[in-house]
């Protein structure tokens, strides 16, 4: 598992370290039950604290992403397809809903508004 942290990010390190772990599962690039590497051991590869590395999993088993059993280590959980939609299906509602806010407030029009998001859909393909 290749972890890269970015000092030009504007995100925080721990986010930066949940993200790409998260990706790495979603992706089954790691499986259900692999072993992460310790907390210590994940911070002396990456060159920062164990305070961040920590806050990293407490995110991802805050999440479900990761389980931890005392004493062995930080495991993946098993996903569930299902869950993992809706959870991204309700951030992109909360996303759509700041950027329709955001596009009364400057009188830009429904048909504007999704002219701009068939643009922006089809240059990500």
């Not at 992706?27 to 590497?37: D, K, M, R, V, W």
């Not at 004493?71 to 759509?96: A, D």
């Amino acid at each position: 598992m290749q972890i890269i942290i970015s000092n030009n990010s504007k995100d925080p390190i721990y986010e930066q370290i949940y993200i790409q772990i998260k990706k790495h599962i979603l992706t089954n690039e790691i499986q259900a039950g692999h072993s992460l590497p310790s907390m210590r051991q994940l911070a002396k590869d990456l060159d920062i604290s164990v305070i961040t590395t920590k806050r990293a999993y407490e995110e991802l088993e805050k999440n479900g992403f990761i389980y931890s059993i005392v004493g062995k280590g930080s495991f993946v959980s098993e996903q569930n397809n299902e869950m993992i939609k809706e959870r991204k299906m309700k951030v992109i509602e909360e996303q759509l809903l700041t950027a329709i806010q955001n596009s009364k407030e400057i009188g830009i029009d429904l048909t504007e508004l999704k002219e701009l998001l068939t643009m922006l859909y089809k240059e990500e393909d």
